[in-house]
């Protein structure tokens, strides 16, 4: 529940759009490890629909578009 996408960046971590929460979480399989990443930090309606990387850009689908430099 909660959980709108899902964005594989490497071959051991990906990132989940968690909608409910209004968080990205960056989960490391390899250190067994999940971080959140609050985007929406001051926003009010700021729900998550999808996530895409390209180009070392990660775009995440909400009411708007953010983009957030990977780099």
């Given at each position: 529940?909660?959980?709108?996408?899902?964005?594989?960046?490497?071959?051991?971590?990906?990132?989940?759009?968690?909608?409910?929460?209004?968080?990205?979480?960056?989960?490391?399989?390899?250190?067994?490890?999940?971080?959140s990443?609050?985007?929406?930090?001051?926003?009010?309606?700021?729900?998550?629909?999808?996530?895409?990387?390209?180009?070392?850009?990660?775009?995440?689908?909400?009411?708007?578009?953010?983009?957030?430099?990977?780099?």
């Amino acid at each position: 529940r909660g959980i709108m996408d899902i964005e594989l960046i490497t071959p051991h971590a990906g990132l989940v759009a968690d909608s409910e929460n209004r968080l990205i979480r960056l989960v490391d399989f390899m250190a067994d490890k999940v971080t959140s990443i609050d985007v929406c930090a001051g926003l009010q309606d700021c729900y998550f629909v999808s996530l895409s990387m390209a180009n070392e850009t990660l775009y995440i689908g909400t009411d708007d578009i953010l983009i957030l430099s990977c780099k």
